[in-house]
């Protein structure tokens, strides 16, 4: 039996698509296809590209920013957005090349749910929420709840990614994204750590979200240095091995453990450095 390419204009006829048979979503479609190689598409697909409610970067009367799930990281990259936001624009810039970025979505580089997805840790530096649809309405959860680990994430069977939720940041605070690979473009992070920062008018560190991704089998957090950054100048700033705690580094085709524990401190303060100066 041949597969069936469905392509709607409307949200409802999409979840109800979606509730009617096994389906495979696909925007760009730039993770979906490569990950299958020479393997015949025998499931329906669900093109999500025409959907209106999944388009757009808008700030909304909660003075959140919302990105519609099929926008393209060409998109994030090209959108007048402030300054925190600098992170993601740079990770946009990063992910794959030029084609990649003009075809990938943002929710498709979340729900692949790679531990090295680019997009993950610049946006749970600014807080990001997913909007979710299915049969039963919406709901929203915090991008760490999301994605529950490799290749997993917290959609139910049914359900779409609409949308994410920014609030925002301080207007003072700048973003910044490093990352390690084996080259300096088209390549899978071997360590990435995204920052938002800003400091107050003596110069120190008054807002402070830094991740780190591919080092964990989910991107994260560190709260621990998020609290100790608070006071500091950037150019005191130490990355303990207690800052670190949360973070699983392995041994993998690209880098060993120990060289991703080591090389996230000085991607922190090359991050850091980036957003706030050296101070």
């Known amino acids: ?23 495979a979503v696909i925007a760009g479609g730039t993770d979906w296809f490569p990950s299958r190689g020479r393997a015949p598409v025998t499931c329906d697909l669900l093109d999500v590209t025409r959907l209106a409610d999944l388009r ?12 519609g799930a ?23 810039r990063e992910v794959g090349g030029v084609q990649i970025q003009n075809a990938g979505s943002v929710a498709g580089n979340l729900c692949n749910a ?27 959860l915090p991008l760490a709840e999301f ?11 049914g359900e779409l990614v609409v949308a994410l939720h920014v609030p925002r940041p301080p207007d003072h605070a700048r973003g910044a994204f490093d ?10 992070s071997i360590a990435m750590v995204a920052v938002v920062a800003g400091r107050d ?8 979200r830094v991740a780190v991704g591919a080092c964990s089998p989910v991107a994260c957090r560190l709260p621990a240095l998020e609290r100790d950054l608070i006071g500091q100048r950037p150019a005191e700033v130490e990355v303990s091995a207690a800052h670190l705690a949360p973070l ?3 041994d993998d085709v690209r880098a060993d453990a120990a060289y991703r524990a080591e090389a996230v401190p000085r991607q922190v303060a090359r991050a850091l450095r980036r957003a706030v100066g050296d101070g």
């Open 114 to 140: 790679s531990p090295a997805a680019d997009g993950v840790p610049p946006l749970l530096t600014l807080e990001a929420e997913v909007e979710i649809a299915g049969a039963g309405g919406t709901r929203r």
């Open 248 to 250: 699983a580094p392995i």
């Open 1 to 23: 039996m041949s597969a069936g390419y469905h392509r709607p204009s409307d949200l409802g006829e999409a979840l109800d698509l979606l509730a009617s048979r096994e389906m």
């Open 179 to 188: 990352k390690v690979g084996a080259r300096r473009y088209l390549v899978i």
């Open 147 to 157: 994605v529950t680990g490799p290749r997993r994430t917290a959609l139910a069977p």
């Open 70 to 92: 099929a926008m393209t990281w060409t998109d994030i990259a090209r959108a007048d957005l402030p300054t925190a936001f600098d992170g993601l624009r740079a990770a946009a």
């Open 201 to 208: 008018g003596s110069g120190r560190i008054d807002h402070a």
């Open 56 to 67: 757009g970067i808008d700030w909304t009367a909660r003075d959140t920013l919302r990105i």
